[in-house]
């Protein structure tokens, strides 16, 4: 295997962008607990991005591992590194245990609290959410617990002796909600595929008036839950606003596809919950250090 066709895979097995998409989650909430004791230890937040990176590569490693049979059956994972034989199970193993105990080993640097709540997102992940796809669409709701644990993470690791506020609480919640819309949308869009290796992920297991009713539920729930940084008075003006105009706009997607139930719709719902997370996230921030 040449370096290059290496880090091609190892960038295939941690789900690249996912994995970003984590550590960015975190990180942001690490600036926000920084900030809400008065500065940013810079160090600690290179501590908290290697090590993010590191376990939810190892995550999503395990998740290809145990999946390994079921993605040679799906057309967008079939080339995976496992199951296209460029690299076997046991190297997959080996990396992602090591990706797994060199990141709680790092987070735990931070504080102790940090380091249990990586191996929890990792267990959640990998040994409760990813059998549980084949069995009931209750999946989702399992999977939003460590898909919702990033900003947890992140903003206890920037204190020495981590507490339970509502700040952490309610970042957890709004990115909680995020998930059932955004899972509902790619289960929607990826339906055939899916049902090649069994995976149950919408709500009636196809794509119907009752399945997109919850993805048009979820989303107009996700309107005052991320107000609540607004409400509750440690976020600003401008977060309420982008909140609200991005939860609009979320739910009337999300309206379009339960009166058509096509699937360029739920594409477009799809492409809509990418954008929202990172958004609402980079405001919430920039409003809360200004």
């Known amino acids: ?48 991005t290697l090590g993010g990176f590191l376990v939810a590569g190892a995550a999503n490693g395990f998740n290809e591992i145990i999946e390994k049979d079921l993605d040679k059956l799906m057309s967008r994972t079939s080339d995976r590194p496992i199951p296209s034989g460029r690299m076997t199970t046991g190297q997959a193993l080996v990396l992602s245990l090591f990706m797994a105990l060199a990141g709680t080993l790092i987070l735990v640097r931070l504080n102790f609290l940090t380091g249990v709540l990586s191996v929890f997102s990792i267990f959640l992940y990998a040994i409760v959410y990813t059998p549980a796809k084949r069995l009931s669409p209750i999946a989702v ?14 903003y206890f690791a920037a204190f020495d002796r981590p507490s339970i ?8 919640l709004i990115q909680f909600v995020w998930q059932f819309p955004h ?3 790619i289960a929607w869009v990826l339906d055939d595929d899916y ?82 997370l990172p958004i609402v996230q980079l405001i919430m921030l920039f409003d809360f250090i200004k």
């Open 1 to 48: 295997m040449s370096e290059v066709s290496f880090i091609s895979d190892f960038k295939s097995l941690i789900k690249l962008r996912l994995t970003f998409l984590v550590v960015f989650s975190a990180s942001v909430s690490f600036l926000i607990g920084s900030k809400e004791q008065g500065s940013i230890n810079w160090s600690n937040w290179l501590i908290l």
């Open 141 to 154: 709701f399992i999977g939003a617990f460590p898909g919702a644990l990033p900003p947890l993470i992140g």
């Open 165 to 172: 506020s509502w700040i952490p609480l309610v970042l957890f």
């Open 183 to 185: 899972f509902w949308a």
């Open 195 to 276: 049902k090649k290796a069994g995976f149950r992920l919408l709500p009636t297991k196809k794509r119907d008036k009752v399945s997109a009713g919850f993805i048009v539920f979820s989303a107009l729930v996700l309107i005052p839950v991320s107000l609540l940084p607004t409400f509750m008075g440690f976020g600003g003006y401008i977060i309420g606003i982008v909140s609200l105009i991005a939860g609009i706009v979320f739910l009337y997607l999300s309206v379009q596809l339960f009166r058509d139930l096509e699937v360029k719709t739920a594409r477009k719902v799809m492409f809509c919950s990418f954008f929202y």
